[in-house]
């Protein structure tokens, strides 16, 4: 397992991060969540990230007692807030209010007293970036998390927020972007920006919720027990965009470079994200611990010019590049 430095930061973690949106607590058992994680540990990757939001709450469970026993300061544990957590109208965004409560509730699920990395998991629309980032900072100076990072913020919500936590003095150094050969949304604007401000990109679905695999074919029903047929987790929905042939055709056509540098598809395509040198650490999720095992042998991969250029040929035609597409919602009129 290689380490990247996070942002500016003298903090260091794993390239490959192991998380468990969708997986712990709707998809996967408790048990198989567990093998996950021993897997994870097991093939040296010490950064885990979750969010309050995840399974209602009951993926931070899980993870948390999935790492019970584990040295505290040899692990990395991130989580995040501002999807809704409950029924009230305080009990979503990234308020004052809701900051303050979520950072507790997250800390108790996760049985620790603090997190290294707690995340904006949206742009708040509604409330004064102001009031946002001064919670932020009280949740640092009170030692409940060490790092502050944002997720599928776009530029100019960045630079804003950068430019209130260096007046604030405190450590801004992540953003959580979607993230993949065919979803390469933050290469225009939020990568070039984040580079300029020393903030690391900690990226998700670095195989496009698993369609850069290679499992999902042109014209065949999805596979039974896949992400494609999680209605209820959210999979489905994700995955629904690149269940189309002409996707679908580009990616088998990935097999034969796979083939060539004796890697499976999925290993390729968490490779190419880490080209990336803005890129510290890419996600990955597992429902079975040998997804784990598989995903990890892109640590240290590198790949030379001309794979990636083959590889760029290949997914041009099909692969969302418009910056638009970095939004959070918004519900004023």
Known sequence: ?????????????????????????????????????????????????????????RAEEVLGKALAGERRSGIELFSKVYWPTGPGRNDRGLSRKHVLESIDASLTRLGTDYLDLYQAHRYDHETPLEETMLAFADVVRSGKALYIGVSEWRAEQIRAAKALADELRIPLVSNQPQYSALYRVPEAEVIP?????????????????????????????????????????????????????????????????????????????????????????????????????????????????????????????????????????????
């Open 193 to 333: 920006a984040s580079r300029e401000l020393g903030i690391s990109q900690i990226v998700f679905s670095p195989i496009a919720q698993g369609v850069l695999t290679g499992k999902y074919l042109p014209g065949q029903p999805v596979p039974a027990g896949s992400r494609a047929t999680d209605e209820k987790g959210g999979g489905a929905n994700m995955i629904a965009r690149w269940l189309k042939d002409d996707v679908l055709e580009r990616v088998q056509e990935l097999k034969p470079i796979a083939d060539d540098l004796g890697l499976t598809m999925a290993t390729l395509a968490v490779a190419w994200v880490l080209q990336e040198e803005n890129v510290a650490a890419a996600i990955i999720g597992a429902s079975r611990p040998e997804q784990v095992t598989d995903n990890v042998k892109a640590s240290g991969v590198r790949l030379d010019d001309d794979v990636k250029r083959r590889i760029d040929e290949v997914l041009a035609p099909v692969a969302l590049t418009d910056p638009a597409l970095t939004k959070s919602p918004d519900p004023r009129p």
């Open 1 to 57: 397992m290689e380490f990247r430095h996070l942002g500016r930061s003298g903090l260091k973690i794993s390239e490959i991060t192991y998380g468990n949106w969708i997986t712990h607590g709707g998809q996967v058992e408790s048990d198989a969540a567990n093998a996950c994680v021993r897997a994870a540990l097991d093939a040296g990757i010490t950064t885990f990230d979750t969010a309050d939001v995840y399974a209602g709450g």
